[in-house]
């Protein structure tokens, strides 16, 4: 028996697939849960995506969904539509952080088209203008309040370089900073109110990863593609320490760097290892190897998280010894977020999701789908 053909529609069939496959081949970046202090959607988190949106979930919606959502229905795991979303970015969005607390916190964002772009986080989480329009949720046009451009370098008869990306940053409210780590080999810090640069940070030979402030000392660390990671003065934005080996033969990449909450331990992931420093000694005290490149780390407060090209979520203690490991829907991990309450956002590829409890269970499990 052959299926009545007569209201078929090859246009919307093709964009079906097309759709289904960008879902499949998009990889979540970074994750951020909203302040904890908001007092609407306290479990609201933001998803920076390689298609160059920024989506906004609620957690009490997905772990409702997931509740009623079957298998039946052809798909290995849920397509969460996103409560609000903007197009961010010309390209890939890499991260993304809250600047500020509450209602007046700005949501920022940077991106492979070499750009900050920051949102007053009410007026992006509460705008009408994202609306969900026969199961479909469109772009939400809310305008940027700031918007900061990586400067272009001049080459022979004034030719300028290409744009370079923005592969990470950090915010220090306090000193009313936004750092960058960028793809030209430098690291900038902006004055969020003037929107200008106030010091270029320059030293590294390869284009930066990751960027983490220490405002206690007022310093930032960088670290680089070159092997090395460093630490700068914010003063005078000389470099005062450089970590790992300069060697060019042996060098793996400082892929990302977290800090304790006291500021004096670091973790810094470079390839398959994690190395844990004591600042104020400037030693590092222990080396704890990982099945697979290391690609985001964080400390929960004595404990280091770290994720990476692999499905799995680990925990270690400062000596090393590993505490856990949990399974993880995406099969590279690119990021780990931790909500005060210890519930833990990981993204990855394949535009996925999982969000995990405390105590090491799934609440939900999703493919992020956006515009």
């Given at each position: 028996?052959?299926?009545?053909?007569?209201?078929?529609?090859?246009?919307?069939?093709?964009?079906?697939?097309?759709?289904?496959?960008?879902?499949?081949?998009?990889?979540v970046f970074r994750t951020a849960w909203a302040p904890p202090e908001r007092i609407s959607n306290p479990d609201a988190f933001v998803v920076a995506s390689s298609d160059g949106t920024l989506a906004f979930h609620s957690l009490n919606s997905l772990v409702s969904q997931s509740a009623s959502f079957g298998y039946s229905k052809g798909h290995d795991v849920m397509v969460a539509e996103?409560?609000?979303?903007?197009?961010?970015?010309?390209?890939?969005?890499?991260?993304?952080?809250?600047?500020?607390?509450?209602?007046?916190?700005?949501?920022?964002?940077?991106?492979?088209?070499?750009?900050?772009?920051?949102?007053?986080?009410?007026?992006?989480?509460?705008?009408?203008?994202?609306?969900?329009?026969?199961?479909?949720?469109?772009?939400?046009?809310?305008?940027?309040?700031?918007?900061?451009?990586?400067?272009?370098?001049?080459?022979?008869?004034?030719?300028?370089?290409?744009?370079?990306?923005?592969?990470?940053?950090?915010?220090?409210?306090?000193?009313?900073?936004?750092?960058?780590?960028?793809?030209?080999?430098?690291?900038?810090?902006?004055?969020?109110?003037?929107?200008?640069?106030?010091?270029?940070?320059?030293?590294?030979?390869?284009?930066?990863?990751?960027?983490?402030?220490?405002?206690?000392?007022?310093?930032?660390?960088?670290?680089?593609?070159?092997?090395?990671?460093?630490?700068?003065?914010?003063?005078?934005?000389?470099?005062?320490?450089?970590?790992?080996?300069?060697?060019?033969?042996?060098?793996?990449?400082?892929?990302?760097?977290?800090?304790?909450?006291?500021?004096?331990?670091?973790?810094?992931?470079?390839?398959?290892?994690?190395?844990?420093?004591?600042?104020?000694?400037?030693?590092?005290?222990?080396?704890?190897?990982?099945?697979?490149?290391?690609?985001?780390?964080?400390?929960?407060?004595?404990?280091?998280?770290?994720?990476?090209?692999?499905?799995?979520?680990?925990?270690?203690?400062?000596?090393g010894a590993l505490l856990s490991q949990i399974h993880c829907a995406p099969c590279s991990v690119f990021s780990i977020s931790l909500h005060p309450a210890g519930v833990v956002a990981v993204g990855g590829y394949g535009g996925l999701v999982d969000v995990i409890s405390q105590f090491g269970s799934h609440l939900c499990t999703f493919r992020s789908s956006s515009l």
């Amino acid at each position: 028996m052959y299926g009545d053909a007569t209201n078929w529609n090859e246009d919307e069939y093709r964009e079906s697939i097309l759709k289904e496959r960008e879902i499949q081949t998009r990889t979540v970046f970074r994750t951020a849960w909203a302040p904890p202090e908001r007092i609407s959607n306290p479990d609201a988190f933001v998803v920076a995506s390689s298609d160059g949106t920024l989506a906004f979930h609620s957690l009490n919606s997905l772990v409702s969904q997931s509740a009623s959502f079957g298998y039946s229905k052809g798909h290995d795991v849920m397509v969460a539509e996103p409560e609000r979303v903007v197009r961010a970015h010309d390209g890939p969005a890499y991260d993304v952080k809250f600047y500020g607390e509450d209602k007046d916190a700005l949501l920022l964002s940077c991106g492979d088209d070499g750009r900050v772009r920051g949102w007053k986080w009410r007026e992006f989480s509460e705008s009408d203008v994202s609306l969900h329009l026969q199961g479909v949720c469109t772009e939400n046009h809310v305008k940027p309040l700031l918007e900061l451009t990586n400067p272009q370098h001049k080459g022979p008869w004034g030719a300028l370089s290409p744009m370079p990306e923005i592969n990470a940053m950090s915010v220090d409210p306090q000193s009313g900073s936004v750092f960058t780590a960028a793809g030209d080999s430098c690291a900038y810090c902006w004055d969020v109110e003037s929107g200008k640069i106030k010091m270029t940070f320059k030293g590294h030979s390869d284009y930066l990863h990751t960027v983490v402030s220490r405002s206690s000392a007022n310093q930032i660390l960088t670290g680089s593609e070159d092997g090395t990671a460093r630490i700068w003065d914010c003063k005078t934005g000389k470099c005062v320490k450089v970590i790992g080996s300069q060697d060019k033969k042996s060098r793996l990449r400082v892929s990302s760097m977290a800090l304790d909450g006291s500021e004096s331990w670091l973790v810094c992931g470079q390839g398959k290892n994690l190395a844990l420093w004591n600042l104020p000694a400037s030693e590092c005290v222990s080396t704890i190897s990982i099945p697979a490149h290391v690609q985001d780390v964080m400390f929960d407060e004595k404990q280091i998280l770290t994720v990476g090209a692999e499905p799995v979520l680990r925990r270690f203690d400062l000596n090393g010894a590993l505490l856990s490991q949990i399974h993880c829907a995406p099969c590279s991990v690119f990021s780990i977020s931790l909500h005060p309450a210890g519930v833990v956002a990981v993204g990855g590829y394949g535009g996925l999701v999982d969000v995990i409890s405390q105590f090491g269970s799934h609440l939900c499990t999703f493919r992020s789908s956006s515009l």
